[in-house]
Each structure stands twice: as C-alpha cells, then as structure tokens.
C-alpha cells in the first residue's frame, strides 16, 4: 500500500491557472488526440540515434544534438521520418523534445550547469516549435511535447520516490518547457508513482497539461510490484494528469497489465518496445535487437482492442520510423 498522503480534492488547471512569470502557450488551434482524431508520435530516438546513424551518446543523453547545426539537422530528419507517417494516414503529429536526460542530475554527469540545461530545454523546444511553423506546416493538427525521464536509472531498485522531492527536482525543467512554450509535457518511462505525482503538480504551477508514462516489466507490473491499476488511480487522485501513456514496454508485457476495469479509459498512448526481452536484457544488449514489425503491430491490435481512448501511438526503445509505419499500415488500428 502507498504511503504517499492524499489530498482531500486535487487542483484544477481551469480554477487555478499558473500565475508564473512566462504566458502559458495557447493551445486552442490544435485539436487534442482523441479515439475520432489520432496521433502519430516518434519512436526510441536514442536506439535509433546511437544504432542506425552512428552517435555516440554519453548517459544516453540526446539533448546536446540541439547545440550544434550538425546535430539538429539530424533530428530534423529523425522527425521527418513520422512526419511521414502522419501525412500519409491524415493523423495529427506529437513532437517530443530531444530531453529524457536534461535534468540535473544526467546533465551534471555531462558537465552542464543548471543555467545550461535551462538553456538547451528552451532551446529544444523552440526548434520544435519551427519546425511545426516552416518544415511540418501541411499537417493540420502538430503538438509540441516536452519530455521529461526519471530522475534515476528507469530499471533500477530504488527507494520510494517522495512527491515533493520530485517536484523540486523536476521543476527547472518544467519551468524551461514552459518558457519554450511547449503544448504539454510528457514524462517518459516512470516506475513511480511518487515521482510521477511531483512531475505532475510541477507542471500545474506552470500551467502546463501533463501525460504521465509508465513503464511495466515482463509480468505487466511495475518496479516493485505496483500494479498499473493501482499507479494510475493514485496518480490520478492526487494530480489533474491529462492522460496517461505506457511506453518502453512490449505489446506482450502490456497486456499483462490491463485487467478490466474503467481506469483503462485513462491510457491514451502508447509506445512500444520493439524486443520481448526484459528491461534487463536490454540494458546488458550490446546490439540493437529490432523486434520484428509484423509481430508488433499484431500485438499493437490486441492491445489497441482493449484501450477504447487510444488516441497517440508510436515506439520506443529499438523502434524507428519503419515500426512505426507498421503500427499505422492498416488505419483502422489506429
């Protein structure tokens, strides 16, 4: 049982809306990702970055791509890939910051101070933001995601993240998402539902709509034992969290979580592994195991007939725009 303290009522972003220093981006002109209006998203931009192009990524930190011509051209054709795919199915298109390791702690191991950092996440998000105006402009509908990761290594035992810890820790970044002028934020790959609710409320104070990601292990819970039933409904009792996301996980470790139930109406989006092994495995691998296409779009189906709101679909680890373009072959599947 959690031992985080629930509050009595959880804040609204329409009654309380953030009374920071920046403009909260209006978001009014692009339609939301829904079941009627779906989204492509991008796949494991560092397994695809590190394995199929050649880059060297210390702490497998993609952010400093951003800080150079050379490294933005090759994120540009990174997204162009998905850009693709969701003109080629007439979807909506998320973009997400290049940033799961520019917070404090990962950015420290690469030598950058916090005003750096700041920096590079204002800087990731307003080339997002130009793509959408001059390179993506044809398509109707594109939201820019900020990204965020765990504060510690996603698949290591750690202690119970504390909230407020969370919250402290995550907010620089949040705070740089919204001087960008980021459509939401998407916190990737959390096994916690403490820190998952610190990222949660920092986004609130800056206005900012939040997707929470979770990641499942093979038997389709979480690090430590935590159902996803069980995350999500705390989550959500404590946070206004737009909706939730599962990602670095296999169609087959997924559907091992998703028992009945209407908290199921909660996830939104997904993006998958392309490998059944486990999170271990993976991390030991010293080669790029894709999966195979056709087996994940088969599991994409059956996981796809038990989420009725899945509205945003993509990839993650050891995927890139191919698996991608396998999950939206048939767009009724999407």
Not at 116 to 130: G, K, M, P, S
Not at 146 to 169: K, L, N
Not at 176 to 181: L, M, S, T, V
Not at 294 to 304: M, N, P, Q, S, T
Request: aromatic share 6%; glycine share 8%; net charge negative.
């Amino acid at each position: 049982m959690s031992t985080i303290a629930r509050r009595s009522m959880s804040p609204s972003l329409a009654a309380k809306p953030s009374h920071h220093h920046h403009v909260a981006p209006t978001r009014t002109k692009v339609a939301w990702p829904s079941s009627a209006r779906p989204f492509v998203t991008d796949g494991g931009l560092e397994t695809d970055l590190i394995h199929n192009r050649g880059v060297t990524l210390r702490e497998f930190a993609a952010y400093p791509l951003v800080r150079t011509d050379a490294g933005l051209a090759m994120l540009d054709d990174y997204y162009d890939g998905y850009a693709e795919v969701a003109r080629r199915h007439g979807t909506g298109l998320v973009l997400e910051t290049p940033t799961w390791r520019a917070s404090a702690d990962w950015g420290a191991r690469l030598g950058d101070s916090r005003r750096a950092l700041y920096d590079v996440n204002v800087q990731a998000v307003r080339h997002l933001l130009q793509l959408r105006e001059e390179r993506y402009a044809d398509i109707a509908d594109v939201l820019v995601s900020g990204a965020v990761g765990p504060r510690a290594d996603a698949y290591a035992d750690i202690p119970p993240v504390d909230p407020d810890d969370a919250q402290m820790y995550h907010e620089p970044q949040l705070d740089a998402f919204a001087e960008g002028g980021v459509d939401l934020v998407t916190a990737f790959t959390l096994s916690d539902p403490g820190e998952a609710i610190g990222i949660a409320r920092a986004a609130f104070y800056h206005g900012l709509p939040t997707v929470i990601g979770f990641t499942v292990e093979e038997d389709g819970r979480m690090r430590g034992g935590m159902t996803l039933r069980e995350a999500i409904e705390l989550v959500d009792s404590e946070t206004d969290t737009v909706h939730y996301m599962l990602n670095c996980a296999h169609p087959q470790h997924i559907l091992r979580a998703l028992d009945d139930g209407p908290w199921r109406e909660r996830i939104v989006s997904v993006r998958y592994n392309a490998s059944t092994r486990t999170h271990a495995e993976l991390d030991r691998a010293t080669t790029l195991d894709a999966g195979d296409p056709a087996e994940l779009r088969r599991g994409h189906a059956e996981v796809r007939a038990r989420l009725p709101r899945l509205a945003i679909i993509g990839g993650c680890c050891g995927t890139d725009s191919r698996h991608v373009a396998a999950l939206w072959e048939d767009r009724a599947t999407a």
